[in-house]
């Protein structure tokens, strides 16, 4: 449903369950620019339970770092509030980096209220590199020990192609059945492990692949190639 709509109906609601006068309060907020991930701006607070995604209060982008929303609100009532980008790991913060203090508003006719959010709490992440090296590696040492087994698979195939071939009379059918179970098998690996190449090498910085190739040129690198990703980027490649 469309949100202005949802905005009425939820204006209309007020209507029916109080006895007082709702009016719609225009907010229009400043935001700092740019935001590379392009998030939605919300307003959460005491009218909606502090919920900081709430879908209902999302604004509405009027242009570059701008937003506005029309609040249904009852008037002569005070509301707090504050701007989020979502969730509160993304909620505005005070210029010395501090948590903002709640903003304010006595509900009016025809208010108008232009805010500056200054800047935004960013998410802390403890060891990205470190991290996700570790998730890269650990898929590796499960690839790995899936070798054994495969290699087991790929044997039991061998042995009924070379019996197969040991008969008195060959079945060139059976031949063609073998080769596409060993393809299989192989191919299944591959896929796993040409799969996380790519999941690892799409999320390199030009930074990381120059450092990882450089690091693959050398000869202890050759000995064990995939491991030397999670090398580079934990850091303790040399």
């Known amino acids: ?9 939820f204006t209309g609601l007020l209507c029916l369950t109080s006895a007082g006068q709702v009016t719609g309060v225009i907010l229009r907020v400043n935001v700092p620019q740019p935001d590379t991930l392009n998030r939605p701006v919300y307003i959460a607070g005491n009218f909606n339970h502090w919920y900081a995604g709430d879908s209902l209060f999302k604004m509405d982008k009027m242009g570059d770092g701008i937003y506005q929303l029309v609040l249904p609100v ?15 790991d993304r909620v505005e913060l005070a210029l010395n980096d ?27 992440i403890k060891n990205e590199p470190a991290a996700r090296a570790a998730a890269i590696n650990a898929r590796l040492d499960t690839l790995k020990a899936q070798l054994p087994e495969k290699m087991e698979q790929v044997n039991r195939v061998l042995k009924r192609y070379m019996m197969n071939m040991l008969s008195s009379q060959p079945k060139k059918s059976l031949h063609r059945k073998l080769d596409r179970k060993a393809a299989r098998e192989v191919g299944k690996l591959y896929i796993k492990i040409t799969g996380l190449v790519w999941d690892v090498m799409t999320a390199l910085s030009p930074e990381e692949k120059q450092k990882l190739r450089d690091f693959l040129s050398k000869p202890d690198a050759q000995k064990d190639f995939m491991k030397a990703f999670g090398k580079v980027l934990d850091g303790s490649a040399g």
Request: proline content about 2%; charged content about 30%; aromatic content about 14%.
């Open 98 to 124: 501090s948590n903002a203090k709640n903003r304010r508003l006595l509900a009016t006719e025809n208010l108008f209220i232009n805010d500056t959010v200054i800047k935004w709490k960013a998410p802390v």
């Open 74 to 88: 009852y008037k002569g009532k005070i509301y707090e509030y504050k701007y989020t980008r979502g969730n509160w």
């Open 1 to 9: 449903m469309d949100k202005r709509i949802t905005l009425l109906l």
